[in-house]
């Protein structure tokens, strides 16, 4: 667990040096929105069950998660949230 902590430092002091203070406003102003929000109170847990969604996948195809459980006992769900 240290080590974690002293990468998470270098990466806080990295990140400090390369971005703008105007940035860091535009960052800590989100982080605040979001917090007013509640939206942490509406997220679902570990073990909850998800409502019935469609996304599309890599190539473009439409997947529904009810198509998906009818395929297997379990899904796993990863968000990745950036730019690619």
């Known amino acids: ?3 974690l902590a002293v990468r998470l ?4 002091r990295a990140s400090r040096r390369s971005i703008s203070p105007e940035l860091v406003v535009q960052m800590r102003q989100a ?8 939206a942490m109170t ?3 847990r570990e073990g909850h069950e ?6 599309l996948d ?10 998906l459980l009818e395929q297997s006992r379990a899904v796993v769900l ?3 949230r950036g730019h690619w």
């Open 42 to 44: 509406r997220v679902l």
């Open 78 to 80: 990863n968000f990745f």
């Open 31 to 38: 982080i605040e929105e979001l917090r007013a929000s509640k």
């Open 9 to 12: 430092n270098r990466i806080r």
């Open 50 to 55: 998800a409502p019935p969604f469609a996304l």
């Open 1 to 3: 667990m240290a080590q």
């Open 58 to 67: 890599t190539r473009g195809e439409r997947v529904r998660l009810e198509d």
